[in-house]
């Protein structure tokens, strides 16, 4: 099926309003799991930074799951990074660990090969130009910094969309939540289009695998 691209930065408060309700936690808590599998080794100090942080229920997760770790989440929306300062505000244990910009990729003001790791869910969907994910991990991370992308990967056809919609939402979700899902599951990325991504921006030693029936999963260090 032809890909489909929806908004680059949700930054629509019923929408941030929405996520923000939504329970995340079967699909963000494998996303820590599976970093820590895959990548066990991180320091003391190390600083990740996670691009298109959103709400930071990721980052949250992570800082909670990595306690010697840092987190730098960035993202456009406001909407998005005003639920976040909430959430990060409700967890004192969490002060001083996380810290939130705002900005748009690739103009975003951040050091350059300045984080140790570099994470990113459910972003590449949202981009146009899917290279400005590859770019700016390489800008980004340090040599030899592990990077760990999961996103949702296109359907084949609508059909198949709307069976994945009925299948992981409840009648509970917001209704913007729901068709935000639909749109996202036709605006992904195929494993094939990812590797040729990967490919062309000189990270063909990353590994691609699908992960359950509507993820991916991307993941090496960089050189």
């Excluded at 005003?82 to 050091?111: K, S, T, Y």
């Excluded at 749109?183 to 289009?193: D, G, M, R, V, W």
Aim: net charge negative.
């Amino acid at each position: 099926m032809e890909r489909i691209a929806e908004l680059e930065v949700m930054d629509d408060e019923e929408q941030a309003r929405g996520y923000a309700k939504a329970d995340f936690s079967e699909g963000h808590n494998r996303f820590v799991a599976l970093f820590r599998d895959i990548f066990p080794d991180t320091s003391p100090g190390d600083v990740a930074l996670d691009l298109g942080c959103g709400a930071a229920d990721v980052t949250i997760r992570f800082a909670r799951a990595l306690p010697a770790v840092r987190v730098v989440g960035i993202d456009a929306a406001e909407a998005m990074l005003a639920i976040a300062r909430d959430a990060i505000a409700a967890q004192p244990e969490l002060d001083g660990r996380i810290r939130l910009v705002r900005g748009h990729l690739p103009e975003a003001a951040l050091e350059a090969q300045a984080y140790d790791i570099i994470l990113s869910n459910s972003l590449l969907h949202h981009l146009v130009d899917p290279h400005t994910m590859w770019r700016a991990a390489q800008h980004y991370g340090k040599p030899g910094a592990p990077v760990f992308v999961m996103d949702l990967r296109r359907t084949e056809s609508r059909e198949e969309a709307r069976r994945l919609v009925a299948r992981y939402t409840q009648p509970t979700d917001a209704p913007v939540l729901i068709n935000d899902f639909y749109n996202s599951l036709i605006s992904a990325y195929t494993p094939e289009e990812i590797r040729a991504q990967l490919d062309e921006a000189g990270l063909n030693h990353f590994t691609v695998q699908p992960l359950m029936d509507r993820y991916v999963l991307v993941h090496g260090r960089l050189r």
